[in-house]
């Protein structure tokens, strides 16, 4: 069984950065897909980024040229720099992680191992 623990969230201020972290503990999802998705209250989770296993990346267009997704330590650890971060960036932010893709997949539902989730507030 996989466990995927998160952590780097916080309340920052618009413009500002911040660098969040996600670790595999347990079984190693080195060789599938890993991303991060958020959720805001009273919306539906949203895909934000996802890195392969060889290292190539997609993010969605509201984070795109603002946010990185990188993946290390034998590939069960990814981070994700957010940079310029905006009010509308405020949410619960999830890292997720599969093993049967190896491609870049977007749903929600495409991934079974998820964290617990770790807060970003953007306010002023």
């Known amino acids: 069984q996989v466990q995927l623990v998160e952590s780097g969230g916080g309340l920052v201020q618009p413009g500002d950065s911040l660098r969040l972290a996600c670790a595999a503990s347990g079984r190693t999802v080195s060789t599938g897909v890993m991303g991060w998705f958020r959720q805001a209250p009273g919306k539906q989770r949203e895909w934000v980024a996802s890195?392969?296993?060889?290292?190539?990346?997609d993010y969605s267009e509201s984070v795109k040229d603002r946010f990185i997704i990188s993946r290390h330590n034998g590939k069960d650890t990814i981070d994700l720099q957010m940079n310029g971060l905006k009010p509308e960036d405020t949410a619960t932010y999830y890292c997720?992680?599969?093993?049967?893709?190896?491609?870049?997949?977007?749903?929600?539902?495409?991934?079974?191992?998820w964290g617990q989730g770790t807060q970003v507030t953007v306010s002023s």
């Open positions: 890195i392969t296993s060889g290292g190539l990346t």
């Open positions: 997720a992680a599969t093993v049967k893709y190896y491609r870049i997949v977007r749903a929600p539902r495409m991934y079974e191992t």
